[in-house]
């Protein structure tokens, strides 16, 4: 919802609905954008070989539709917000959020031309390694353990030994992705049930 690829000059949007667009955990969908005569293309290859959704996938995106843009403005508030809580806090190193971007910095340029806001899913570095980071994720409550992202519920995870564990160390470690990362998404809940979560969790670290 705050990037618009089309309105930046691509000719095709693919978009996950699985994710933001569901919002709930329980599809699994993409879609297309663009012009008539490039999805009449699509869609022409997709009746071929036979990718058209099922029928209650369809009718759980419809039902996703019509709290689309309310999950995203709330998520994206709540990110904020609990984005500024770990960048105060001395146990974490370091924010990786959009919101956080300096002027001067090539890439905010890059999310000023594109970005309308910066969403709520983001990064950052507990202080320590592997054993920190995992000191947190295992005294977290409220949040949920899981490499997902997108949904109503907040979802955390420690990419170096979940999502990217089979990516050899010194490639994740050129690229930042360090033993002490971990990756959130989120939700919708009340953002202070999630900020005193993390206030408990990092009480462990």
Known sequence: MFQTPLNCGADISLCSLTKYVGGHSDLIGGSISGSANLVKQVMSWRSAIGTQLDPNSCWMLMRSLE???????????????????????????????????????????????????PGSTFAFDVRGGEREAFAL?????????????????????????????????????????????????????????????????????
């Open 67 to 117: 709290t689309h843009e309310i999950r995203m403005t709330r998520s994206n508030d709540n990110a904020r917000l609990v984005a500024e809580y770990l960048a105060g806090h001395p146990k974490i190193a370091k924010v990786h959020y959009l919101g956080f971007l300096k002027d001067g910095d090539p890439r905010k340029t890059v999310f000023d031309r594109q970005c309308t806001a």
């Open 137 to 205: 994720l295992d005294h977290l409550q409220i949040m949920k353990l899981a490499v997902s992202l997108g949904g109503t519920e907040t979802l955390i995870s420690h990419p170096a030994s979940m999502t990217h564990s089979g990516v050899a160390r010194e490639l994740r470690e050129a690229i930042g992705l360090t033993d002490a990362l971990i990756r959130i998404s989120v939700g919708i809940e009340n953002v202070e049930d999630l900020i005193s979560d993390f206030a408990q969790g990092l009480e462990h670290v």
